[in-house]
């Protein structure tokens, strides 16, 4: 192997370790270039590029039936000493394998053509968690279409750019010394040529270069014009090149065989001589010169522009493009008008991007969702959303509104959501203000989240052994929000875990009376069901299977009725509305009727649901003084005083604040303050 081939192998491997720091996916080596899963396309390369790169690194080589991968020299590349640090993590890994599939059906989620198989090879890079799919043809989202584009990659384009700036001199120093070795040794050197170039020709096709001197090679271009850059010479081509390109010919006649553009060495001196001539003949973005017949020519420096400060630096280059490519009648309309709608046609995102940016309105089509949202805020019936539906789109456009089949679509296999909204008096404030909440049914949305997991199980009703939900509510930022986590045990000893949000009180405060007044009313209904009501798991006539809360008879293999254990948690907050005492004196204990005196007693006496609800009622009655921190009657008197978990966060963070307080106290009373002058003493 070449000094060039051990460099370029190097810089590939540490490629390939930037790429594992991604989701796994899997790519294709030797598929068609239009596929966006060909590791081309995460390379940043081009066909030419790609092809030579994995020739001079002695990982693929053209043969007569075209460019093919060296599957035992990849095998032996990843199993070496390049990839010990990737390999030393676990879950950080690259895979190498084979595979006989219909690639372009698999790219177009179209049906396998068994014709259309053929053998490819494909390596999966990036980070495996449980979720990764372990072939290619798994590679498929929640809808079974095929993923075809990459996971992003923080720093991609930046490493893509650096690893082909690095790589391209390393390929040409390849084929230089192949181009070397070949005029080296004592043998007949005319005939080791013939010999070996069209072995050399047929690895490097792909970069379209052929070695001086060699036997002619047909190219896979030879039905386009040939350019210096794809020219393949022969000795008996060199008096057409004279005539062809006389002014070169004689600048550089002189070499050794003559003029020959398709050698490494004269392209290298073609390059640094044009270099020189664009400095001379250019402006600072435009090259004007005259072509054969006399047309005026022009050519525009396009700087590389890597942040919007460097491209407004630079932006002439776009305005003289724009200025050349107008017309004399109509002078730079034209042209930017063509190419505004080039952008918007090919680029559409990056437009509606700039056009934010620039604060110009843009009218962006409402999803089902966001649809169907405005009607149920707006509380509009089936014929005035017709009506809605018929002016959005007379003003902004036939496509602004979702069909109706998505918008039902949509509502499919959801429950119905309930907004509602008062006014509203904050406790110590004088003017009213509007709180806005959604909520669903506790019950009916646990059914639906429990059904649907199941299914996905394919679990029997029979399967099913245990069924437990721990509901709870808790005020963030600016909304309370409630919800239930739920637990379903197998008879496998299995857990089936889920979670589900049924209402939502967007409020700068929660208080008891506020909750009460909006969505307590449909939760406490909800709550009881769960409570009160067995599930009811069963297939129905189809053999799907099917939940719903309600009272049945025994238990067979197809149904089976579960008792539902149901626990309250939040905040200390949120549990004293539940039971009753918001906003009471720390004095009194949450679970017991002791004073805080006597908390560290065993034998207190606990409260009870039934002695609350006691309790409540008489301080309601008397509209005094609470009755051992208890206000009001608990909101759910079905959910016995046991299953209110206590909030151990909570609790610790209480601690955490006591223990501060006391050090705060501490330093007050032992430590002397100093004065500015004292402390400079």
Known sequence: MSSSSGAILDHIASMLRFLSGATSFWFTLNTSYDHSFHISKRFGMSQDEYEGLLVAANLAHHLESGFAIKPKEWGEFLAGSRFMVAEAISECRIEFTKKIIDYDALNNGTKSDPKRRFWGFVVRIGVVSENSPTKIEMQKD????????????????????????????????????????????????????????????????SMEVDLEASTPIQSSFSNKKRKWNTLIVSPDDTFALDDKYPHLSRIFGHEDGGFNPSTPKMKKKMQALLDELVDLLSTDCELKTTSSNNKPLSYVRVPTAATDRSFQNSKEWLDCAIRISGSQHNGTFESAYRIANHLIRFYKDSVLDALETQHIPICKPMSATEFTAMVSAGKINATGERELKKHLRAHLGKGFCPTRRSVHMLSEGHGTIRYGSIEF????????????????????????????????????????????????????????????SVSVELQNSKILDFEVLVCELICRKDTGSLIEA???????????????????????????????????????????????DIYITGDLAFQAMALGKESMSPHWCMQCKSHKSKFLDENCEMWTIEDLETAGAAAEKSKGDPLLGVKKKPWWSFIPVNHYIVPLLHCEIGIGNQLLDKLRDVINEHLENMTPGEATI
């Open 142 to 205: 929640c809808d079974g279409k095929m993923i075809t584009i990459p996971p992003r990659l923080k720093g991609l384009w930046q490493k893509q750019q650096s690893f082909g700036n690095i790589v391209k001199p390393l390929t040409w120093d390849y084929i230089i010394e192949n181009c070397a070795d070949e005029n080296d040794g004592d043998v007949d050197i005319e005939k080791d040529i013939v010999v070996s170039s069209e072995d050399t020709s047929k690895q490097l096709i």
């Open 425 to 484: 008096t904050f406790p110590g404030k004088q003017q009213p203000e509007v709180v806005e909440w959604t909520e669903k049914k506790i019950d009916d949305e646990i059914t639906r989240y429990l059904q649907r997991h199941l299914r996905s199980k394919n679990v029997k009703p029979s399967d099913v052994k245990y069924v437990q939900v721990v509901a709870g509510g808790d005020h963030g930022d600016t909304a309370f929000q409630f919800g239930a």
């Open 518 to 564: 909006t969505i307590l009313p449909t939760l406490t209904a909800g709550l009881k069901v769960i409570k009160e009501t067995p599930i009811h798991i069963y297939e129905d006539s189809d053999g799907s299977l099917c939940c719903k809360f309600e009272q049945t008879t025994e238990d067979t293999q197809q149904s089976k009725s579960i008792s539902v």
